[in-house]
């Protein structure tokens, strides 16, 4: 079965703190997303990335929030300065047609 | 309206029963259709999509999608305690995946 794996798996950063989420995605698969879940609520969706771009992002992701795709394997999500509310789970999501998502990285702001 | 609408639950089904579990979307111009099953604190895991009108079976699970009445739904015959999660109903439209907030299911013993 395909598979996307994340990392970390649990990360805790001090507020104002830059982090990076990185993600491998199924290897033929040309969608890319990051959605959000806070704890008990629901899946969020945050930004979309095909061909090396951003095709789709909600309010959510706003100028603290960046994509890329340095090596054409890792996608990465990085959160400028972090801030409380920013606590939750991030998952990476390949797409193709369905979405398989990875295990998810739980940050932690305090 | 919500784009993806679902009850939040808990919905309690005894072991063994058909557990029914609705969606219903606002966008016309959504082209395909999903159930995801999530275990708390875990990320969402596919167990259904279907496309077209009709009914579409594997295993223990049937999603059956009316486009006309924009509504998609997924049972699961003979309940399993294993079964006990959150459902996720998620809706394809422009390449863009939108979730519900999920129904909560709970097998009863």
């Known amino acids: 079965e395909p598979e996307v794996t994340q990392t970390p798996s649990h990360q805790v950063t001090q507020m104002g703190q830059e982090v990076i989420l990185r993600c491998v995605p199924i290897s033929n698969h040309l969608y890319f997303y990051w959605y959000r879940q806070i704890l008990g609520q629901k899946v969020e969706f945050l930004v979309s990335f095909y061909n090396n771009e951003i095709s789709e992002k909600s309010e959510i992701f706003d100028d603290q929030f960046s994509v890329e795709r340095p090596d054409g394997s890792n996608f990465t999500l990085k959160i400028r300065s972090t801030k409380l509310e920013d606590s939750a789970m991030y998952f990476c999501?390949?797409?193709?047609?369905?979405?398989?998502f990875g295990q998810g990285t739980r940050l932690t702001v305090v | 309206q919500k784009e993806v609408e679902q009850n939040s639950g808990p919905l309690s089904v005894p072991e063994g029963a058909i557990a029914s579990l609705n969606c219903t979307y606002s966008?016309?111009?959504?082209?395909?259709f999903f159930w995801y099953r999530q275990y708390s604190g875990k990320s969402p895991e596919l167990i259904m999509s279907?496309?077209?009108?009709g009914d579409k079976e594997d295993g223990r699970f049937t999603a059956q999608l009316n486009k006309a009445s924009q509504y998609v739904s997924l049972l699961i015959r003979d309940s399993q305690p294993s079964d006990s999660a959150t459902y996720l109903c998620a809706v394809n439209r422009d390449d863009k995946i939108i979730f519900g907030k999920g129904t909560r299911l709970h097998i009863l013993p």
């Open positions: 999501a390949s797409i193709g047609p369905e979405a398989f």
């Open positions: 279907i496309y077209s009108n």
């Open positions: 966008d016309r111009g959504s082209q395909s």
